[in-house]
């Protein structure tokens, strides 16, 4: 079955950077468009990153663009999220998610469209 495992994750003081990495198995990685997510307490699950199966195409929500990127390796069957310049509101759990297919950029920033999910790792920003 496909299983989604991040790591990565852990407590940086604002300003810093750290990489997520979610491995992917049970699965034709390059045919699955890869997502970011994040959980802060008390919020929704938002959207931060996508990345298509081919790696061709990304998208990011604006709190992350600039400061953070996405990546894969078809190869490693791993998915990473650079982010960079953290801020003390970056402060959540991050989930990588997986789906087969999605065809408009709109799709990759919903998570009702990924039928696979990782455990999440937490990011803590110190301020």
């Known amino acids: 079955q496909v299983q989604l495992v991040e790591s990565g994750g852990g407590l940086v003081q604002a300003g810093g950077s750290l990489r997520l990495s979610c491995a992917a198995s049970g699965l034709t990685f390059s045919t699955y468009a890869m997502g970011w997510f994040r959980q802060a307490p008390g919020k929704e699950r938002a959207f931060v990153a996508g990345?298509?199966?081919?790696?061709?195409?990304?998208y990011y929500a604006d709190s992350a663009k600039g400061r953070f990127t996405i990546s894969r390796d078809n190869a490693k069957n791993t998915v990473y999220l650079q982010m960079n310049s953290l801020k003390p509101e970056d402060t959540a759990v991050y989930y990588c998610?997986?789906?087969?297919?999605?065809?408009?950029?709109?799709?990759?920033?919903?998570?009702?469209?990924?039928?696979?999910w990782g455990q999440g790792t937490q990011v803590t920003v110190s301020s």
């Open positions: 998610a997986a789906q087969r297919g999605l065809r408009y950029s709109v799709f990759y920033m919903m998570d009702r469209y990924y039928g696979y």
């Open positions: 990345i298509s199966g081919s790696g061709t195409d990304a």
